[in-house]
C-alpha cells in the first residue's frame, strides 16, 4: 500500500479525466448508467482526490463544500482489480485530514448499501432512513471531525 499515492487533482486536468473514467467504470456502468454532463459540470466546484499508483489513478472520490464547515464525499470509486486492498481506507483517511486542515467540522455521504459496513469501521454513523438513488439502496452517513 506504501506505493500508492493520494493527492487532490485539478478540475479538467489528465488525472481528473482519469478519475471520471474510473467513476463511470465502478460506479454507473454495473448500472447501465453514464456519467452525465450536467453532473460533470457540476464537479468544477469540488475536491477531486485521487489514488495514484504509477502515474494511474486506481481511486478516487469527490469532495462537495456544503454550508456550516461540512463536506459530502461523494462518487467513491476503486478500479475493481484494487478493491479491498486497502485503497478506499487511504483515501478517506487521507481526506478526513484535508477536510481538518481546510476547517471542517464533518464529512457526510450518501453510502451504497453494499458499503456501509465500510464506512462504519471507519467511524461514519448512519442518520435517516435509507433510500433510492441510482436505482440501489443508499445510506446517509456522517463523521464529525
Not at 45 to 63: K, M, P, S
Not at 65 to 76: A, D, S
Not at 83 to 104: C, N, P, T, Y
Amino acid at each position: 500500500m506504501n506505493d500508492i499515492l493520494i493527492q487532490k487533482v485539478a478540475y479538467g486536468a489528465e488525472f481528473y479525466r482519469q478519475t471520471t473514467r474510473l467513476r463511470e467504470d465502478v460506479l454507473r456502468k454495473p448500472l447501465g448508467m453514464k456519467l452525465g454532463a450536467e453532473e460533470l459540470q457540476n464537479d468544477t466546484g469540488c475536491h477531486h482526490i485521487a489514488a495514484l499508483q504509477d502515474g494511474t489513478v486506481v481511486g478516487c472520490l469527490v469532495l462537495l463544500p456544503l454550508p456550516e464547515g461540512v463536506l459530502k464525499m461523494r462518487q467513491v470509486a476503486v478500479a475493481s482489480g484494487r478493491q479491498r486492498g486497502g485503497v478506499g481506507k487511504k483515501m478517506i483517511l487521507w481526506a478526513e485530514g484535508f477536510a481538518r486542515a481546510g476547517g471542517f467540522r464533518a464529512i457526510t455521504l450518501n453510502s451504497r448499501e453494499t458499503a456501509v459496513g465500510f464506512y462504519e469501521k471507519l467511524g461514519y454513523k448512519k442518520t435517516g432512513q435509507p433510500f433510492i438513488e441510482v436505482t440501489i439502496p443508499h445510506q446517509t452517513m456522517e463523521k464529525q471531525l
